[in-house]
């Protein structure tokens, strides 16, 4: 560690950057399980939004069928009354 960086004080490694007056987080571990952390937030919105999807596109689908159906009845009726 150059001169650039000095520890903060109770604070496991965590580094003051002398240059900027940032506070920077040298510890590799506690990277890797934020970044892990954030990979399966990342996931679990990409499936929330997939599955959005399908529930919207189940939605249409049962509004064609819905009029679909409609249209079938009122034919029906329609051709029964001559």
């Known amino acids: 560690m150059d001169e ?3 520890p ?3 604070q496991d490694g965590w580094f003051r950057d002398m240059h900027s007056g940032a506070i920077v987080n040298m510890n590799q571990s506690e990277y ?3 970044m892990s952390s954030l990979e ?3 996931k679990r919105h990409q499936e929330m939004d ?3 999807t399908d ?3 189940l939605k249409s689908d049962l509004n064609d069928i819905k009029s679909l159906l409609k249209h079938l009845v009122e034919q029906k009726n329609d051709s029964g009354t001559d």
């Open 55 to 57: 529930v919207n596109e």
């Open 40 to 42: 399966v937030r990342k």
């Open 8 to 10: 903060v004080k109770d």
């Open 32 to 34: 890797d399980k934020y």
């Open 4 to 6: 650039r960086y000095v």
């Open 50 to 52: 997939a599955l959005q």
